[in-house]
């Protein structure tokens, strides 16, 4: 056995044995209970990072300690491939998206094979490939055949100057990131998909999950957000039209004293009048320049027009100018308000602005409210005041009387609203998965036969980033013919939003290979729900949403059995370290400072603080370089032991060096003791000198903590430092040469328990013990009881309350003894000494209290 542990050599003969072998390649076993570990796929952007590191590292542990409890494990690879990245690369560098794509799945496979994850590389899928996302446009078809998939106008972002489309995340600070250039919002039709049909079901099942983190259960049951309240009629003044406004405070309506509409509500040209129609015009095109997102932030500023136009308060009869305001979305609600600024704040700035009427109709407790002097809006409870027959009542039986009164008027009923909208999956993009149908003059939209799926998205195109997609101009994919008529037709040259594509992979890694339906039932039946999901906090509502609805779709099509996918969800925190700044060069990388100064001025660093990890901030470390310095193993056992997974984990370089020095040392512990404990047989607990005893007693010990901290609370931190704290025990041992065989045990329990964390130097230790089997195949150690129970207790003895001393007693020892002994202790007998002991209360295993007086 080498003396020296060369982390770089060893890893490298596991690997390759690892991927000749393929020791996690699994299949279905109706004998062995299943554990399906997922970790969320990653975009393939080219390289790993260190949240790649620590989210990967923190699935393998679990994924090899469920192995070795003899679980039939299920750990898959994947790559969520199409992607808005892929095309501002090919802009950026001339290079065509599939190409891209691919060689970045190469690069980021090898790197994580680097890392010894225990991946089943047999079932390794990508989303751009046309075997997968042709079941995905198959679905389509099913949800279209259901209403659950149609299409409508909705508003883009669009800049004029590239004539294409932009993500949200391609608009800064209002305008294009390609060309700086202005952003427009642009009605364009688009598909949607019907989630809200599921959001009564979607809700209720947040209350049903309790594996899941309550903090994200919190953000799904927000973005649903169910509110119960009234619709309510308003006939406008002098004309047919009436404006529908739903509201959760009925109670106020007697406050309210203006409408705003949503600048993009059907009725906010209709209801203009002529000589307020330049005014409005200018006010929608302005706000059709400002992303949705903007105008609903707190500290947006409320602006509106006055159209001209005024409705019918149902309740007083009172006119209500109408407005429209930038404030109101036509995704929430109606995209109707009613204006109640006493007991609105939005719409009392708006008021104030606007010198518009307040009219105060719910009074605090205690208070006396007074539209004149407020200063902010009262949106608590009270008594309703000014507000006729209903005068006097607390306002929440108020709601329920005037929801009554409108519902018998026939001006409202009782409603249930979601914040929740049907999700846009339209995108005008080219790297994605195609949409299938085509549009036919005679037979209108016409979905592609199944025959004829997968509609492939073509290869043979220039990209160029200008002009909107390069489908939309390729003839040769646009131009078809119409399925039911035979005549000319053209293809849609939208691509699903890239959400879609992950929405369902979990459940094709369940098969993968399945060339005749989207999934094999009977595998899912055996794998699904997978049982431990990894990922970041920051995919708590889009992502898990849509893979939940997902989900029940493909339930409700008969396609599987489960309600919800995933059982139970960790959320890991963030990598960050912290930030350096040159006055002269700006943002550094670790590597551009020394000694405190920047490497090419010599100005003093100013350091920032710990962020997430960031390119644009240059707090970045590259893996590859980190691993090629001290292994893959040093780097996942940092990621693990720093913090626990989900808290955010502060980079320190000193821990890195502790975690590998602490490496070297078990490699030490096994060099030096190899020739000791070569030979040695099976411990004989009998015959055990207390020093041996205490050594195995600990052993024992760490075994429980270790496999209690892994097993669901997913405490590796505390498990490597129980590690941490039984090699001290084991190099502190003064008596190895008496006790070979307890040497042995002791050893061989911190290579298994390592294992998991460390999987490379721990099977290398393991063979140079002696074992023919892997460490997989042993299985994980099991802890004696007997050997946890102590030879001795120490008992803490007070005297009136107060600790006084402290005695070693016999573990067996009854409650007279452990008395006596208290009551025979030196220190004990100095504070009782002249007073009558007039009670002993002894507390079994713990504590005894002399009570004197």
């Known amino acids: 056995m080498q003396e020296r542990y060369n982390p770089l050599e060893i890893e490298k003969r596991w690997q390759d044995q690892w991927g000749k072998s393929q020791p996690w390649k699994v299949s279905e076993d109706a004998h062995k209970s299943k554990y399906y570990l997922l970790e969320m796929f990653p975009y393939p952007s080219g390289r790993i990072h260190m949240g790649h590191v620590r989210n990967y590292s923190i699935g393998d542990v679990v994924a090899r300690f469920k192995r070795l409890q003899g679980f039939n494990v299920l750990h898959p690879m994947g790559w969520d491939a199409f992607g808005m990245p892929a095309e501002n690369a090919a802009i950026q560098h001339g290079i065509h998206p599939a190409v891209w794509t691919r060689d970045n799945i190469d690069n980021m496979r090898t790197q994580l094979k680097r890392m010894g994850l225990s991946y089943d590389w047999g079932r390794e899928l990508a989303t751009c490939d046309p075997d997968y996302y042709r079941w995905e446009q198959l679905i389509f078809l099913k949800m279209l055949e259901k209403g659950l998939a149609y299409k409508k106008s909705a508003a883009v972002n669009w800049c004029p100057e590239c004539e294409t489309v932009l993500a949200n995340e391609q608009v800064e600070d209002e305008c ?6 202005k952003v427009e919002q642009k009605e364009l039709d688009q598909w949607f998909f019907r989630i809200t049909s599921y959001a009564e079901e979607l809700l209720d099942w947040t209350y049903r999950l309790p594996g899941w983190p309550e903090s994200v259960l919190i953000m799904q049951r927000n973005w649903i957000g169910k509110s119960t309240g009234c619709e309510i009629v308003f006939s406008v003044a002098g004309r047919e039209e009436t404006i ?25 040209r209709a209801l203009t009048t002529p000589e307020r129609s330049a005014e409005v015009e200018a006010f929608i095109r302005k706000v059709q320049a400002v992303e949705q997102s903007q105008r ?20 007083n009869g009172a006119r209500m100018p109408v407005y429209l305001g930038n404030f109101v979305l036509m995704g929430y609600g109606t995209g109707a308000v009613m204006a109640v600024p006493t007991h609105d704040q939005r719409d009392f700035e708006f008021a104030r602005k606007y010198a518009l009427p307040m009219q105060v109709v719910i009074q ?70 195609p949409i299938p149908v085509v549009y036919c003059d005679d037979c209108g939209v016409v979905p592609v036969p199944e025959r004829d799926l997968p509609v492939e998205l073509p290869t043979d195109i220039e990209f160029t980033g200008e002009g909107g997609s390069p489908l939309a101009a390729l003839e040769s994919f646009v131009n078809t013919s119409c399925p039911r008529c035979g005549q000319p037709a053209r293809r849609e040259t939208d691509t699903f939003d890239t959400f879609v594509e992950s929405s369902w992979y979990f459940l094709r890694y369940a098969s993968p290979h399945c060339d005749t339906a989207p999934i094999d039932g009977a595998a899912v039946d055996y794998w699904l729900p997978a049982d431990q999901y990894i990922g970041g906090v920051e995919h708590a509502v889009l992502h898990l949403l849509y893979a939940r609805f997902w989900t029940k779709i493909m339930r409700d099509l008969g396609m599987i059995s489960i309600d919800e996918p995933f059982q139970n969800l960790l959320t ?11 006055p002269e060069h ?9 000694n405190g100064r920047c490497t090419r001025c010599q100005a003093e660093v100013v350091p920032g603080r710990n962020e997430k990890m960031s390119k644009s901030k240059k707090n970045v470390i590259d893996p590859d370089g980190l691993i090629g310095r001290y292994g893959a193993d040093t780097a996942r056992l940092f990621t693990l032991f720093a913090s626990p997974p989900e808290k955010d984990l502060e980079w320190n370089d000193q821990g890195v060096e502790g975690c590998f020095r602490f490496l070297n040392r078990v490699w030490r512990l096994v060099a030096e003791n190899h020739a000791l404990i070569a030979g040695a047989g099976a411990v004989d607990a009998a015959e055990l000198p207390p020093a041996a005893r205490a050594l195995r007693r600990q052993v024992h010990r760490t075994i429980k903590k270790v496999t209690e901290d892994i097993d669901g609370s997913f405490h590796f931190n505390t498990a490597i430092a129980a590690v941490m704290e039984l090699v001290n025990a084991i190099s502190a041992f003064a008596d190895k040469a008496a006790a070979p065989a307890v040497m042995r045990e002791a050893i061989e329990t911190v290579v298994r328990l390592l294992s998991p964390f460390v999987p490379h130097i721990c099977e290398e230790l393991w063979q140079h013990l ?23 207790l120490l008992i803490v003895v007070q005297v009136n309350g107060k600790v006084r ?6 573990a067996d020892a009854d409650s007279r003894a452990v008395e006596a002994a208290a009551l025979a202790d030196a220190n004990v007998q100095r504070f009782i000494e002249g007073n009558a002991v007039r009670k002993v209360i002894v507390v079994p295993g713990r504590l005894v209290n002399v009570v004197i007086g």
């Open 176 to 181: 294009c990131w390609r060309c700086d250039n």
């Open 572 to 582: 890991q925190g963030m990598v960050c370290m912290e930030t350096r700044a040159c």
């Open 770 to 792: 002696g074992n023919r089997t892997t460490l997989e195949e042993c299985g994980w150690p099991s802890w004696d009881e007997q050997a946890l129970a102590a030879d001795t």
């Open 364 to 433: 605090p407790e205690g208070k006396k409210l007074d539209a004149a002097t407020m200063t902010e809006a009262w949106e608590g409870p009270g008594t309703m005041v000014n507000s006729a027959q209903f005068s006097g009542l607390d306002n929440e039986t108020g709601k329920q009387k005037v929801a009554d009164f409108l519902e018998a008027r026939g001006t409202g009923q009782r409603s249930v609203n979601y914040r929740l909208r049907d999700w846009l999956v339209s995108r005008q993009r080219y790297w994605g998965t």
């Open 296 to 315: 609903t932030s707190d500290d947006y500023e409320k602006e509106g027009v006055f159209t001209g136009s005024y409705c019918i308060n149902p309740l």
């Open 244 to 268: 529908r406004v739903f509201t959760t405070r009925p109670d106020t309506l007697f406050g309210a004293t203006f409408m705003s509409l949503a600048p993009e509500h059907p009725l906010a």
């Open 586 to 594: 700006g943002w550094l990388y670790p590597e551009e400072t020394e």
């Open 805 to 810: 001393g402290k005695v070693n007693v016999p």
